[in-house]
C-alpha cells in the first residue's frame, strides 16, 4: 500500500469517511545561509521526505486533528476571537488556519490525519512541511486555491506568531514552490525565483549531526538583533542600506570602527554568502561543479568563523565528508546549533560516502549519524 493509500484507510478507522490526502515535502538549503531574514539570497531544494495530510470537511467549524507521529489529538474552534490557547504541536495547525482566516479565506471545518518523515527538529523544516501541508489542505478543503507565494508567507506569519520564532521566508517557501530534480533560488526581498536542474547524476545526501543545542530559537533570534543593529549603524553613513542585502564590503569595512566586533562579523557573513549563492547558482548552471564545491566550503567556513552557528559535530561532518571521493560540497545547512550537513554526492559514491562517514564520524564522537539520501521533491500537492 502506498503512503497516501495507508493514510486513507487510517483516516476512514478513525472518523468513518473518506479523505483526500495532501503532502509537502521538507527542504535542504544548498547555500544561503540566515540570508532569508535579510532579504537576499537563498538556494533551497524540497526533498522526498514529507509530511502528510488527510483531510474531509466537517460540516461545523470545529477542526480535529490526530497526528500518528505523536499519537495526540487536538481540536480548536475556526472564526473564534480565543482560537487555541494551547502552546504546543496543535499551534502550527491552528496558527495557520488562523493565518489564513486573518486573510480573509473562509474555510470549512476539517477532519485532520497529519504524518511526517521529516525527522524532527533536525534543521529539514519538518515544521514548515507541516506548516505547508496543513494549509494547502485547508484550503483545498474548503475550493479554495492560493499561489505558492502567498501560501509561504501565510504560513511563515503562523511560524512568527503563533510559535514565536522569528524566521525567514525560506523553508516555507522552499516546501511550497520546489520543483522536482531542480534547486531554487530565490530572492528573499522581491519573491522572485528561478529553477535550476541539478545534475542527474548527484544526490542529496545528508547527513545528521544527532546533537541538537537547546535554546536554539532564543540564539536565532539574537542573530536577527544583532543583523538589524548592523543595518542601523551601516545606514547612519549610507542611507540606501534598508537591510543587510543592500550593503557591499567596501561599506561595511568604512563602517567597522562603529560597529561591535559580534555585529561586524555577522554583517560580513551575510554580505559574502549572498555573493556566494549567486555565484554557485551560476556554477551549478554552467557544470562548473569545482567552483560549487568552493562556494559550499566558503559558506561552511564563514557560518563556523562569522556567524558562529556551526557546532563541533557539524565541522567533523564537513571534514570528513570533503576528503571522501565524489562529494561535489559539503556544508552545514539550516540554521545551524546543530542539525544536518548537506553533501551533494555522486550516486555510485554514495555507499561509499555512506560507511566512511559513519565510521569516521562514530570513531570521533561516538554518536552515530542518520544518513538520508535524498533527490530533490516537488513541493505541496495532492497526493492521492
Ligand atoms: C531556519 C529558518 C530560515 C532560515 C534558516 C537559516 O531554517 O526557518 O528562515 O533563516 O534557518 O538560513
Not at 534547486?183 to 548527484?202: G, I, M, Q
Not at 561599506?251 to 555573493?275: M, S
Amino acid at each position: 500500500m502506498s503512503d497516501s493509500e495507508q493514510l486513507k484507510s487510517r483516516f476512514r478507522e478513525l472518523y468513518g469517511q473518506e479523505a483526500r490526502v495532501y503532502r509537502a515535502p521538507g527542504r535542504v538549503n544548498l547555500i544561503g545561509e540566515h540570508t532569508d531574514y535579510n532579504e537576499g539570497f537563498v538556494f533551497p531544494a524540497a526533498i522526498n521526505l514529507f509530511t502528510w495530510v488527510a483531510i474531509a470537511p466537517r460540516s461545523d467549524l470545529q477542526v480535529h486533528v490526530r497526528s500518528e507521529n505523536l499519537q495526540k489529538t487536538a481540536e480548536f474552534k475556526l472564526s473564534s476571537e480565543s482560537g487555541n490557547a494551547n502552546r504546543d504541536w496543535s499551534s502550527y495547525i491552528s496558527g495557520v488556519a488562523l493565518a489564513l482566516e486573518q486573510n480573509g479565506f473562509e474555510l470549512k471545518g476539517a477532519d485532520l490525519l497529519v504524518r511526517g518523515d521529516v525527522p524532527l527538529g533536525g534543521g529539514l523544516s519538518s515544521s514548515a512541511a507541516l506548516e505547508v501541508a496543513v494549509g494547502f489542505a485547508l484550503l483545498a478543503n474548503s475550493d479554495l486555491t492560493v499561489d505558492c507565494r502567498e501560501l509561504a508567507q501565510l504560513c511563515q506569519k503562523a511560524e512568527n506568531d503563533c510559535v514565536g520564532m522569528r524566521c525567514g521566508i525560506m523553508d516555507q517557501l522552499a516546501s511550497a514552490c520546489c520543483r522536482k530534480e531542480h534547486a531554487l533560488l530565490l530572492d528573499c526581498r522581491s519573491l522572485e525565483y528561478r529553477t535550476f536542474k541539478l545534475p542527474p547524476n548527484l544526490r542529496l545526501v545528508i547527513c545528521n549531526s544527532m546533537v541538537k543545542r537547546e535554546l536554539a530559537a532564543s540564539a536565532y533570534n539574537t542573530r536577527r538583533a544583532e543583523c538589524e543593529e548592523g543595518v542601523r549603524i551601516l545606514a547612519r553613513r549610507f542611507p540606501e542600506v534598508r537591510a543587510l542585502r543592500d550593503a557591499t564590503m567596501n561599506q561595511l569595512e568604512a563602517c567597522q570602527a562603529e560597529l561591535p566586533q559580534n555585529v561586524y562579523k555577522r554583517c560580513r557573513h551575510v554580505i559574502t554568502e549572498n555573493q556566494r549563492v549567486l555565484e554557485a547558482a551560476e556554477a551549478l548552471e554552467h557544470n562548473r561543479l569545482e567552483d560549487l564545491r568552493r562556494a559550499m566550503a566558503e559558506s561552511h567556513s564563514s557560518l563556523r568563523d562569522d556567524y558562529e552557528v556551526s557546532s563541533d559535530e557539524l565541522d567533523v561532518l564537513v571534514e570528513i565528508a570533503s576528503r571522501v571521493k565524489g562529494v561535489h560540497g559539503a556544508r552545514m545547512t539550516g540554521a545551524g546549533f546543530g542539525g544536518c550537513t548537506i553533501n551533494l554526492v555522486e550516486s555510485e559514491a554514495v555507499d561509499e560516502f555512506r560507511n566512511e562517514i559513519s565510521a569516521e564520524y562514530r570513531r570521533r564522537t561516538k554518536l552515530n549519524p542518520d544518513i538520508y539520501v535524498c533527490n530533490a521533491a516537488d513541493g505541496v500537492k495532492r497526493a492521492d
